[in-house]
């Protein structure tokens, strides 16, 4: 079962941007690329722990703001020599509005 | 009677008569036909309709069966006849006019409704859609007195609408509610050059701007925007989208999702109901272009027949605008993802963009911009989905170059016939470089564009020309050693900084069109680097571009190793007063900020700073007088002061006031790498200024200026500039060095890098004995701050970029578990 919870509009996150959204389960990146396409992925870069919603977003991917590791914001997983991932989120993006599936979320915290 | 089944088909558009086409196909004789059409017309081409406006067919040339066909076919045509209601237990519908009648099958094609925007005013007189003949004749009408149009909605239909209308001599304003034109079609780079294309045949287009109300009593006379924003206009045009046309069938208790559900086979839910077009819904999708609604004609053919067909199994789509002289096509999917590779070219000579996105071994999406020959050749391969494996590398040339052997990249300029252009700026060909490279034995670029010209105006055939070199020279070519700025581009930093000023590149998108760029929006290396050049190239034109800058200049304060923030106010010249500090107090203890300190830039550094307490924590420095002190900016950092000739024994000029008039002249400024200055009173240097990037020793006969000095990863005492006699002098010339390091040096490169690099002589040449020249970059330096010095804390407490400092949203803890 889905938990769809909307969590505002896809015009609040600038174009090659990003926002972040405050969840029980830890903060979640919400991004927007130059091609309109919208990602959720946990904000917490996998090196140390580095706030990934403010980091420059590229193509489908993101640069941590602490230490340049990039991340895809797809699979989560680092790109080029780094290793590691964060979790991704489903996000959906209907009418304009943005809707976040916790219970994606949730089940993904519990394992 | 005869007999024969009863077929009525509702709406008589695109999908309803192709349908038919299709039966009366395979079997003409097997029902009496009447088709239901709510327009007063015969059977024409929609999509034409855009062609009509911009006065360049009529309606006669775009019908496609006018009363003859259904003459000939025994077809009963009721048109001007809307369908309102439908009886399946008695096999019934009824009509606007009254009129009942029977079926034994129904075929639904209403096709869809534009979608007109729920604001106030949507009902005004001068409101209207894009759909039908009436619409164009209506728009047609309103532009014979001139005057202006609003168009909402920037997707093919409404560009379509404004090019006609611009056609028709009104003055145009598209507002459209994303950043990029066609976002739904087009990726951010082909857009871009769609605006830059619209705008220059005298379209305004305001992107990331959402309509409010429509003004007028009667008639439209003016739309608001969110913003605040009012266009005073005659004619609104709303291009917002369209929904499929389902109320009819929903009302009857058909299935119906976003479009009337049908199968296959295009049955609905009801077997002796079908339905086509861009009224249904097929497996989840819904469509807006012709091309799938032939393909389900032909099932729906079929099935009308009673033959078993292959049935319609959805379809993958392709888009062009039907804008003469703009060619954009688009087809699949064109996101980006780490699953996928984009390959992209980029002609700027000739104003082409191509992108192509590559999955695996399969081509999935195509943006094509300038050029869209190759594109049915591309929809080809991405429907077919094969292994494009042998042809990746030489793709992107197109068919011309797609042969099986072609794959080495060089293959496809070797494949080129020699009157090819190489270089459009000089017009030089393939033939006559490679002439050029065996006669005069060339073995360098620069001996190809000393001789050639090729490559030497714009630059941006600068891969071909070395291609040539590598297929002329083999082995014995050894490209130069320029490092490109990043893997985006092969082009370093300095060419890029030329290029953007002899091309007066604008923006981003700009310098990465005409400049080739192989990503379709750069990288964290490339974008700050381009927006700091535009920046400091066209500091009145070029709007900043905040998300292509590190986190610290976007919300100017500097991101600490736990994501909270650090604050510090400038103190000018390290100089402070009771006042000052009690403010600053008051601010640590009202937010609970968990560390001050003393930097090593004599100010004060208050560490700790949660992200949302930011703008109420400048609000209140903002108070005491505080601005700034950009601690985060490749910018002016700090001016340190020692106390000087006010207080010091030794001091001989008022260093410390010198210094505060630095920082006051020059904060706010942008620079390729941090710059911080200072200022001591003697030579006993207690400010420490021989290790700064200017430093400024005082003496008894003037001011000594030292530039180029460091004291971080590296350390190097500075280098002399000059000694001069007056603190004007003195400013004038610490200026100018700093505009000319603002106008020449690579991105993060710092001034003793950079000074390195050009030679300590020819700076102070520049600076010391040409006065011409250093009053000019004084001036550029004065003008720019024109537009930089503005307290972005000030400028943040009154709502500038509000989005930085909140969360988009708090999921609650019963949000979350449901
Ligand atoms: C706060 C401060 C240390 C302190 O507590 O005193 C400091 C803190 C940082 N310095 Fe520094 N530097 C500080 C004075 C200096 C000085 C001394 C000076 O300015 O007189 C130097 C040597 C002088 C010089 O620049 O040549 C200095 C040389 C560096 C360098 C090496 C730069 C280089 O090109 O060699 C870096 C790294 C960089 O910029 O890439 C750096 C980078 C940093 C950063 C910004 C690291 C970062 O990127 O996050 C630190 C930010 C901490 C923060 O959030 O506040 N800091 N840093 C000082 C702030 C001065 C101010 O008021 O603005
Ligand atoms: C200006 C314009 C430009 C376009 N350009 C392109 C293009 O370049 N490429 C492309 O692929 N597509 C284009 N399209 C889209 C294309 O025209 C449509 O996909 C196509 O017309 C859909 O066909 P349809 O039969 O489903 O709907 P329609 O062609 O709209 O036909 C539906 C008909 O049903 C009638 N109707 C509705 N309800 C009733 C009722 N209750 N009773 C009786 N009649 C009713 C309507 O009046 C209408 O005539 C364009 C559309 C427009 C408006
Ligand atoms: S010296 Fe290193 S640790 Fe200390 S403030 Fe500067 S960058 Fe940070
Ligand atoms: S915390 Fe993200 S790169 Fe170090």
Not at chain 1, 50 to 58: A, Y
Not at chain 2, 52 to 80: K, P
């Amino acid at each position: 079962m889905e938990n769809w919870v909307e969590i505002g509009n896809l015009s609040d996150i600038p174009l090659r941007g990003a926002r972040c959204v405050k969840t029980p389960l830890g903060r979640i990146a919400v991004f927007r690329t130059a091609a309109d396409e919208v990602y959720a992925i946990e904000d917490r870069c996998p090196h140390k722990g580095g706030p990934l919603s403010q980091g420059i977003v590229h193509g489908a991917a993101v640069t941590c703001p602490l230490h340049n590791w990039v991340l895809s914001l797809e699979t989560g997983r680092a790109l080029g020599a780094d290793e590691g991932a964060v979790r991704t989120f489903v996000l959906k993006c209907e009418g304009g509005k943005l809707f976040l599936d916790m219970a994606s979320a949730a089940a993904l915290a519990a394992d | 009677m005869t007999g024969k089944q009863k077929l009525i088909v509702i709406g008589n558009g695109m999908a309803g008569c192709r349908a038919v086409e299709e039966l009366l196909a395979r079997t003409p004789g097997l029902y009496d036909i009447e088709i239901y059409g709510a327009e007063p017309e015969v059977n024409y081409n929609r999509i034409m309709l855009s062609p009509v406006l911009a006065g360049e067919t009529s309606f006669d040339e775009i019908v496609i069966n006018g009363y003859d066909w259904y003459e000939e076919n025994g077809i009963t045509l009721r048109s001007g006849e809307e369908v309102v209601g439908i009886d399946r237990a008695a096999r019934m519908i009824a009509t606007g006019k009254g009129r009942r009648v029977s079926y034994d099958r129904l075929l639904i094609a209403t096709g869809s409704l534009p979608f007109i925007l729920p604001v106030p005013g949507a009902t005004l007189d001068g409101v209207i859609a894009f759909r039908d003949i009436a619409d164009v004749r209506r728009m047609i009408e309103t532009s014979k007195s001139g005057g202006r149009a609003v168009v909402i909605g920037g997707g093919l239909l409404g560009l379509e609408a404004a090019n006609g209308l611009r056609t028709l001599g009104m003055d145009v304003t598209v507002i459209h509610l994303v950043d990029t034109l066609m976002e739904r079609q087009l990726d951010e780079a082909a857009g871009f050059l769609l605006r830059r294309e619209l705008e220059s045949r005298g379209i305004e287009v305001i992107t990331g701007a959402s309509t409010e109300e429509i003004l007028g009593t009667e008639r439209v006379e003016a739309v608001r925007l969110k913003d605040g924003r009012v266009i005073a206009t005659d004619l609104v045009v709303m291009a917002a989208g369209i929904r499929p046309n389902v109320a009819l069938a929903r009302d009857a208790g058909l299935a119906c999702n976003r479009g009337i559900v049908v199968d296959d086979h295009m049955r609905t839910s009801d077997p002796s109901i079908l339905a086509v077009g861009e009224c249904v819904e097929h497996a989840g999708q819904v469509y807006g272009l012709v091309a799938p609604i032939w393909e389900m004609c032909r099932a729906v053919g079929d099935t009308l027949a009673e033959r078993q067909g292959e049935g319609y199994r959805g379809s993958v789509v392709s888009t062009k605008l039907k804008v003469t002289g703009v060619n954009v096509f688009s087809a699949g999917d064109f996101a980006t993802g780490d699953d996928r590779e984009d390959i992209v070219f980029r002609d700027a000579a000739r104003g082409v963009y191509k992108r192509l996105i590559v999955a695996g071994d399969r081509l999935i999406g195509a943006v094509l911009y300038g050029d869209t020959e190759d594109g049915s050749w591309y929809f080809n391969l991405l429907r077919e989905g094969g292994s494009i494996a042998d042809a990746r590398e030489t793709l992107i040339f197109g068919p011309a170059f797609a042969g099986g052997a072609a794959a080495d990249p060089n293959a496809a300029v070797a494949a080129l016939p020699d009157t090819s252009e190489i270089c459009g700026c000089n017009g030089v060909c393939k033939g006559t470089i490679v002439s050029a490279i065996a006669d005069k034995n060339l073995t360098t670029l620069d001996g190809v564009r000393a001789h050639t010209k090729a490559s030497a105006s714009c630059g941006s055939c600068t891969g071909l020309v070395e291609r040539l070199l590598v297929l002329t020279l083999g082995d014995g070519y050894n490209p130069a050693a320029v490092t490109p700025v990043c893997g985006c581009t092969d082009l370093g930093h300095d060419e890029v900084r030329r290029l953007i000023k002899a091309k007066e590149l604008k923006s981003i998108q700009a310098v990465m069109q005409e400049l080739e760029w192989k990503t379709s929006c750069g990288c964290a290396k490339c974008r700050p680097a381009l927006n700091y050049y535009l920046v400091c190239d066209w500091p009145d034109e070029y709007a900043d571009d905040y998300q292509s800058r590190f986190v610290n200049e976007r919300v100017h304060a500097n991101i600490q190793k736990d994501g909270t923030y650090s604050v510090v106010p400038r103190m000018w010249g390290g100089m402070t007063s009771a006042s000052e500090l009690r403010a600053i107090a008051d601010v640590v203890d009202k937010f609970g900020i968990p560390a001050v300190k003393v930097t090593g830039g004599q100010r004060i550094d208050m560490l700790g700073i949660r992200k949302e307490d930011l703008p109420a924590v400048w609000a209140d420095l903002g108070q005491a007088g505080f601005v700034s002190g950009h601690a985060y900016a490749k910018g002016l950092r700090t001016v340190k002061t020692c106390v000087g000739s006010d207080w010091c024994r030794f001091g001989t000029q008022d260093s410390t006031g010198f210094g505060i008039r630095l920082e006051k002249f020059m904060w706010g400024s942008w620079t390729p790498a941090k710059v911080k200055l200072a200022v001591s009173g003697c030579p006993r240097n207690c400010a420490e200024a021989t290790c700064k990037d200017v430093g400024v020793i005082c003496v008894d006969s003037g001011y000594e200026i030292h530039f180029a000095g460091a004291a971080g990863l590296d350390i190097k005492g500075t280098e002399k500039l000059g000694l001069v006699h007056t603190e004007d002098e003195a400013l004038e010339h610490i200026v100018a060095l700093v505009q000319m390091y603002r106008e020449q040096a690579r991105y993060l490169e710092r001034i003793y890098k950079w000074a390195k690099r050009v030679g300590y002589d020819e700076i102070r040449r520049q600076i010391m004995d040409d006065a011409e020249r250093r009053r000019s970059l004084f001036a550029r330096f004065v003008f720019s701050q024109k537009f930089a010095q503005v307290d972005p804390w000030s400028e943040r407490v009154s709502g500038k970029d509000k989005h930085e400092f909140r969360p988009l949203a708090e999921i609650g803890v019963s949000q979350a578990a449901e």
